[in-house]
């Protein structure tokens, strides 16, 4: 037990260091915002754009299971749920108010602060199995009540909802004034998660991210430490369900007229499955996981044509691979089996038998998913190809 | 039919919500069974198995497309069912199982969500859903009428209610008087321990896995039928009203887990006829879990865990 407990210590991946050159981080940061905010609008198509702008918005949800599960230990089954409500709220709010966009955003991302605290309220004095259980049964309910209720679409009451929508058609979100177009839209969609993400950093380098890590090491000596361990808690909780529900407003202006179609209740799956790929202890991996939820099912579908349910399978392999050897997900782990791969190739260095299962791993969900796309008549193959990889990580173990 | 006197009890017609309260009982059973099979695994093996009714629902499937598509005896499709349910949990559970053996009870549930999303990914995949189309899978049983209490029950609702006690029953006393139900606790106390006094230890986890994949596979049959319509969605996430079961024995007690499910089912179903309620009956779960959670957290409880990898 010893033995292994201090196994998984070294294989633990770095948090991000003080002592890497802040300069090169920052300059890789804006280089990334450049290419984002000015390349992309200019030479890709609107499907593109609108895809993007979901990567962005997903991006900054994955960024609250950052928050949950990689500082703070917890991990919530129901952030889609949680961006379910903010989409609901930023509805009702636009069909009841005038609120400036910006003022919106906010209004939105505190009212559903406000409403995820509660749900997670009963459960953050029990052990982190309940909290997630209690998420996953609230995303249930959310569901039970969004197909009750419905998304308004302009009528007055609660629900904003009504049989008769106005004959001049359909009620849609406003998006803000100066950016009604989709490239236009998708700029400031970019520029506010950024800003999520950044007040997320903040909190990182910061008091509440001290005290998020000693939780997640260790809920006795934290609280030893004199830690409010129920505060701080709740603070990571609020924080996770504000940049959601900020992410659901942004949602809510660009489909203009959502509907529960909108949020299956798989995908509450598919982002625990895609943030853990990604690598769940950095915002990076936050990134990887939009692109994995929305960039990935438009390629399959639209640019492909292949079944974007076979993702799902992807997910799941990759999910048990990441698991098992490799919890820093992909951002820690590829270079480093890259790397790895390299020496092997340019000294012929023998591999341990666990870095070579490893890669075996990775390589496998590689290849699985390219020959998924090109043998469109077999697709059979590369699910099985892609199957291998969990069992690869199994055998990578002690 | 006998004349019944319509009665009330705080001012409830109960003979008006019979045919209600018999249906909840049917669906409450298999709640219970489930949550059973969740807990019993939960101990040995300290998974909390969320794949739980992604594996029943792909069960369900396989036997629809038995049924329906082939002309082989109905009897080989159920085994199937049940079958399938125990092979597919086995596999992970070998497979998987001991590599995931020290980890934090956290990534051994996630790690079955990735089971759970497999499944969907190859049921979303070989049987597609939607439009008008309905998948129906109905047990001979359900054919069969029986008058009881005046109301009127099929076969089908009697055996999901049996099985879950007589489950619960045969746990207990499984898990008390034979040599493998103490390895069980003793793996649950301490794994390490155990396999030092010489327990094969992953031998008597994989029986845990094909046992509660058993009762897994017959769930999700039960609940095709009961359900009316087989929705494999709806079948995987079902599941949560099996951990509310699970939740209300606090991932311990059979008999509160057996009671759960029951309490599940009942309220949810007893809610039906009041149209003012009824949409929402299905947040039932949720609602009796975060009262049960309420009382359980009303002490602070500090958990002395390794951190969560």
Redesign the interface.
């Known amino acids: 037990?010893g033995a292994?407990?201090a196994q998984?210590r070294a294989g633990?991946p770095r948090l991000p260091s003080i002592n890497r050159p802040i300069i090169a981080r920052v300059l890789v940061i804006a280089g990334l915002l450049v290419v984002a905010l000015f390349v992309f609008p200019a030479t890709l198509g609107g499907d593109w754009i609108n895809t993007f702008t979901s990567v962005a918005i997903y991006s900054t949800v994955a960024a609250g299971l950052v928050v949950l599960?990689g500082r703070v230990?917890m991990?919530s089954?129901g952030q889609i749920a949680i961006l379910a409500i903010g989409t609901w709220v930023a509805t009702r709010l636009t069909f009841a108010t005038n609120l400036p966009f910006p003022v919106l955003l906010l209004v939105t991302g505190a009212i559903t602060c406000a409403i995820g605290v509660l749900i997670g309220l009963?459960?953050?004095?029990?052990?982190?199995?309940?909290l997630?259980?209690?998420t996953?049964?609230?995303a249930?309910?959310v569901n039970?009540?969004l197909?009750?209720i419905q998304f308004p679409n302009g009528g007055g009451g609660f629900t904003g909802r009504t049989d008769q929508p106005s004959a001049i058609g359909l009620k849609a979100v406003p998006r803000p004034k100066w950016a009604l177009g989709d490239n236009a839209y998708y700029r400031y969609v970019v520029v506010v998660c950024a800003l999520m993400f950044l007040l997320v950093l903040l909190h990182f380098a910061s008091k509440p991210g001290r005290g998020w890590a000693a939780i997640?090491?260790?809920?006795?000596a934290a609280?030893a430490a004199g830690i409010n361990i129920t505060l701080y808690k709740l603070w990571a909780f609020a924080l996770a369900s504000f940049i959601t529900g900020v992410a659901g407003c942004l949602l809510a202006a660009q489909i203009g007229q959502p509907n529960t179609y909108s949020f299956?209740?798989?995908d509450s799956?598919?982002l625990?499955?895609t943030a853990?790929i990604g690598g769940i202890f950095t915002l990076w991996g936050a990134i990887v996981a939009g692109v994995f939820m929305q960039l990935l099912p438009f390629l399959f579908q639209a640019q492909w044509g292949v079944?974007p349910?076979?993702?799902?399978?992807?997910?799941?392999?990759g999910?048990?691979q990441v698991?098992?050897s490799a919890?820093g997900g992909l951002t820690n782990q590829f270079p480093k089996d890259m790397a790895n791969l390299g020496r092997l190739i340019a000294r012929k260095v023998p591999l341990t038998r666990q870095a070579a299962f490893g890669i075996a791993s990775i390589l496998a969900l590689i290849v699985g998913i390219v020959l998924i796309i090109t043998l469109k008549s077999a697709?059979i193959v590369g699910i099985i190809v892609v199957?291998l990889s969990?069992?690869f990580?199994?055998l990578s173990?002690d | 039919m006998s004349s019944v006197v319509a009665f009330s009890v705080f001012g409830v017609d109960w003979e008006f919500l019979k045919p209600y309260i018999v249906l909840g009982l049917a669906l409450g059973g298999v709640y219970a069974l489930s949550g059973v099979g969740i807990v019993v695994l939960y101990k040995a093996t300290g998974v909390?198995n969320?794949a739980f009714g992604a594996v029943g629902a792909a069960g369900a499937l396989i036997a629809y497309w038995m049924v329906n598509h082939t002309s082989w005896p109905h009897w080989l499709a159920y085994t199937t069912c049940v079958a399938f349910g125990g092979a597919v949990n086995l596999l992970y559970g070998v497979?998987?199982g001991?590599?995931?053996a020290?980890?934090?009870?956290?990534?051994k549930?996630?790690?079955t969500?990735?089971?759970?999303?497999?499944?969907?990914?190859?049921m979303?995949?070989r049987a597609?859903a939607g439009g008008a189309f309905v998948r129906v899978l109905t047990l001979p049983s359900s054919t069969h009428y029986y008058t009881v209490f005046g109301a009127r029950v099929n076969l089908t609702q009697i055996l999901a209610l049996a099985f879950a006690i007589a489950l619960t029953i045969v746990t207990t006393l499984f898990l008390r008087y034979t040599a493998l139900g103490t390895a069980y606790r003793a793996i649950a106390n301490d794994r390490?321990i155990t396999a030092t006094l010489g327990v094969p230890v992953r031998r008597v986890e994989a029986s845990a896995w094909l046992g509660s994949g058993l009762v897994c596979g017959a769930a999700g049959l039960l609940l095709a039928d009961l359900y009316t319509s087989l929705d494999y969605?709806a079948l995987?996430?079902l599941v949560?009203s099996s951990?509310?079961a699970a939740?209300i024995g606090r991932?311990e007690s059979l008999w509160l887990t057996l009671f759960g499910g029951l309490l599940v089912g009942f309220v949810q179903s007893i809610l039906t006829p009041y149209g003012s309620v009824t949409?929402?009956r299905?947040?039932t779960?949720?609602?009796l879990?975060?009262i049960v959670?309420?009382w359980?957290?009303r002490r602070?409880?500090?958990?002395?865990?390794?951190?969560?990898?």
């Open positions: 037990m292994a407990h998984e633990r599960y230990g991990i089954l009963p459960a953050l004095r029990l052990s982190g199995l309940y997630a259980l209690i996953l049964m609230a249930g309910a039970v009540v197909a009750q997640r090491e260790s809920e006795p609280l299956p209740t798989s799956l598919s625990i499955a853990l079944n349910n076979f993702l799902l399978i992807v997910f799941g392999c999910l048990l698991l098992l919890p697709p199957v969990p069992v990580a199994s173990q | 909390l969320l497979v998987f001991p590599a995931f020290k980890r934090d009870p956290l990534v549930m996630i790690g969500l990735a089971l759970a999303l497999i499944l969907l990914g190859i979303a995949w597609p390490e969605t995987t996430f949560i951990l509310a939740l991932l949409a929402y299905a947040a779960p949720f609602v879990s975060i959670l309420l359980m957290g602070r409880v500090v958990v002395f865990a390794p951190s969560t990898r």
